[in-house]
């Protein structure tokens, strides 16, 4: 009894530390020009079929509005990597928030629940960064490495902050009643990003690797929010 009042009261100190430590480090504002994406629509296909095509850069013929659509359409993917802290941030520290209170009450479930969770987020957290070290800190000696750089760092950062596995336009508008688990699934469109959220246990494993004992940590934390063992 006693190791286990110690390891809640370590839980306590490690979660109120990250929590400050968040609030300190994290950007209050995120601004951008927003581009549609029926605004985007033109310039996400010409640039999807230029690049598909093994080219580097622009494509050669664009129109004036399409072109600034593209130019907007880059400084979002540079303003979504800041954007992703922020909203990474604030959400971990809901968490966080939420787990405290019943945390010192000596009550468990929702600390458990949410300590998962944030497991979850810094993992996938940790993966971004694995992914897109390396391409933002490779060397661009021209204008179109850096294009390019920006289009591979930013498809990972899109995905982190956008990534999806439900049609969330179909379920604005649909009955739930009347609809299957298959047709509400999320199928990207032709020439554009394909925003399918990945699997998150490749990057619990990858977490593991930086903190070792993260993977069972975390299966564990999965056997008392899943009635897979009994209470």
């Not at 400084?75 to 971990?92: E, F, I, P």
């Not at 300590?115 to 933002?136: H, N, Q, V």
């Not at 299957?180 to 593991?208: H, N, R």
Request: aromatic content about 8%; hydrophobic content about 40%; proline content about 5%.
């Amino acid at each position: 009894m006693t190791s286990f009042i110690s390891a809640l009261a370590a839980l306590e100190q490690a979660l109120t530390t990250s929590a400050t430590f968040l609030r300190t480090n994290t950007p209050e504002k995120v601004t951008y020009r927003y581009a549609t994406a029926s605004q985007a629509r033109t310039a996400e296909q010409s640039v999807g079929k230029w690049l598909s095509s093994d080219q580097s850069g622009m494509p050669p013929r664009l129109d004036d509005a399409t072109l600034r659509m593209e130019i907007y359409r880059l400084g979002r993917k540079n303003s979504d990597m800041q954007a992703y802290r922020a909203v990474w941030a604030s959400t971990s520290i809901e968490l966080i928030e939420t787990a405290l209170p019943p945390l010192r009450q000596g009550r468990i479930a929702i600390p458990l629940a949410m300590s998962r969770s944030l497991i979850e987020r810094s993992a996938a957290a940790e993966l971004l960064i694995r992914k897109t070290s390396p391409i933002l800190e490779r060397p661009c000696p021209t204008m179109r490495d850096e294009f390019r750089s920006s289009l591979e760092a930013g498809e990972f950062v899109s995905i982190a902050l956008y990534g999806m596995r439900i049609n969330w336009g179909l379920l604005a508008k649909a009955d739930f009643e009347n609809l299957s688990s298959k047709s509400t699934g999320y199928k990207p469109s032709e020439y554009e990003l394909d925003l399918t959220a990945k699997q998150i246990l490749t990057a619990v494993d990858c977490l593991d690797k930086r903190v070792p004992g993260t993977r069972i940590s975390y299966d564990v934390l999965c056997e008392f929010l899943h009635p897979n063992v009994g209470d």
